[in-house]
């Protein structure tokens, strides 16, 4: 058979599904105008996938293959490509909105096959004893971790394929018309800002994990500690896969906890494709926030004056990442204290983050809004400052980034009253108090 590979969020040649199809085949990546067109032109994922996509050629070429890279709308470059009889295109699921009515569009022009790879569980593997769909994170956990115990992991192993016979040299850029031109693989030819980022081998971030395991569930919420195991990214564009981590921690002890989040992760995959509207609507409740520009734009320049906050949001556009537990005390007051629409802040995220992912930004996003599946209820309001003062009591965290209160004592970084009635050089008052904040958040929830 001839088969298109279409590399999308498994960046990668090392146990990869893709590389079991005997044959003919045409490896493609395509950088998606229709999505790029969106971002701005520094954005650290696209330099982060083109580095990514600039090593996966390489690593194929290693093998005796290759990658033809695309920049077009997608629907234009399987028009062009549907003309050279492929039998089918192969690529992995994906969940979100967007990625299921393009793959459906493109499955009008080509057999579209699905393959299993991007999480642990297909979307209908975990279900209740009646066929139905888990609502309740721990049922669903407990069957998953059953399941996992019988689930086949080992080490996918590539089989002979023939290289189509194409050039694979620079981007092929497709017209809607069917145009084809060639530039040279650089950001500046995607219309983007080649940046300094620096990119750690996933390989090295497990085996730092394993040694982290541990003390991973004591300190993975510490905000100094570097507990993390810092391989969201490379799970997102799959630049290391599900099933060799799970295969290098899974017979370690003290592995629990760090299994149970790549579980979460899943759970929300899973979720979304379920109920897909919940990636723009409450699954609970009528309220959905009260829109205020004002407060936003405070929250968006990190100047809202609460230090755990600003802090947060300040890590985010600096870098592209944000802490796991930072992200759930800023989504709480930024739902909760702020009363702003949690589809603003998720949107917000979703421009920033380096690790963005559809279905675990929304879902964690009603999760704090308490809007969502299985959520934090909505009487149940993260206090910044007693947040700040348990995992970052030394203000070490907040310090590194805002630089405007690393003179002030630690003691005060979590002190509202302080910081309400002094005047800090350069550093703004908290727009608000939290208590009568959670009041009203909590009365119009009751309502």
């Known amino acids: 058979m001839k088969r298109i590979l279409w590399f999308r969020r498994d960046l990668r040649v090392k146990d990869n599904p893709l590389l079991t199809y005997e044959g003919e085949v045409l490896p493609i990546f395509i950088f998606d105008k229709e999505i790029l067109d969106l971002l701005q032109s520094d954005d650290r994922r696209v330099n982060f996938i083109y580095k990514s996509v600039v090593k996966l050629k390489s690593d194929l070429r290693s093998i005796g293959l290759d990658l033809k890279v695309f920049y077009a709308n997608v629907e234009d470059v399987f028009s062009y490509l549907s003309t050279f009889e492929f039998d089918e295109v192969v690529a992995s ?6 990625a299921k009515k393009r793959d459906l569009r493109v499955s009008h022009k080509l057999h579209f096959r699905y393959i299993q790879d ?12 009646d066929g139905t769909t888990y609502f309740v994170f721990t049922p669903f956990y407990k069957k998953a971790k059953i399941a996992l115990g019988s689930k086949n992991i080992d080490e996918i192993q590539r089989v002979k394929q023939t290289l189509f016979s194409s050039s694979y040299e620079g981007l092929t850029i497709v017209e809607e018309d069917q145009e084809i031109s060639t530039k040279e693989l650089r950001l500046e030819n995607i219309g983007f800002e080649a940046k300094d980022l620096e990119i750690v081998s996933p390989y090295e971030k497990l085996e730092d994990l394993v040694e982290k395991l541990p003390k991973y569930k004591e300190d993975r919420d510490f905000l100094n500690l570097a ?3 810092g391989l969201s990214v490379d799970l997102r564009f799959g ?16 592995a629990e906890s760090f299994i149970r989040q790549l579980i979460f992760r899943d759970y929300y995959a899973y979720l ?17 926030g009260i829109e205020d520009e004002e407060k936003f734009r405070a929250f968006c320049e990190a100047k809202t004056g609460v230090p755990i906050v600003d802090a947060g949001v300040r890590e985010l556009l600096k870098s ?44 964690s996003w009603q999760w704090s809004a308490g809007t969502g599946v299985d959520p934090q209820p909505y009487f149940r309001v993260f206090n910044p ?5 348990k995992f970052d009591r030394d203000g070490i965290y907040i310090k590194k980034h805002i630089s405007e209160l690393r003179d002030l004592d630690s003691k005060y970084l979590h002190n509202e009253e302080y910081l309400l009635n002094n005047k800090i050089k ?6 608000l108090k939290h208590k009568e904040a959670a009041k009203v958040a909590i009365e119009i929830f009751k309502a």
Do not use: C
Not at 426 to 431: A, F, H
């Open 93 to 98: 699921g994906d969940y979100d909105e967007y």
């Open 118 to 129: 991007t999480y642990i569980f297909k979307h209908n593997e975990i279900l209740k004893d």
């Open 227 to 229: 507990a993390s195991s």
């Open 239 to 254: 630049t290391i896969g599900i099933r060799e981590i799970l295969r290098r921690v899974l017979e370690l002890e003290n």
């Open 272 to 288: 979304l494709f379920h109920l897909p509207y919940i990636e723009h609507k409450n699954y609970k409740y009528a309220f959905n």
């Open 320 to 363: 592209g990442n944000m802490h796991n537990r930072v992200r759930m005390v800023v989504a709480s007051f930024f739902t909760k204290d702020l009363l702003l629409p949690w589809q603003w802040g998720e949107s917000f995220f979703a421009k920033y983050l380096l690790d963005f992912d559809k279905a675990s930004n929304v879902l």
């Open 385 to 389: 400052y007693l947040q700040s003062k």
């Open 426 to 431: 350069d550093y703004p008052k908290p727009i």
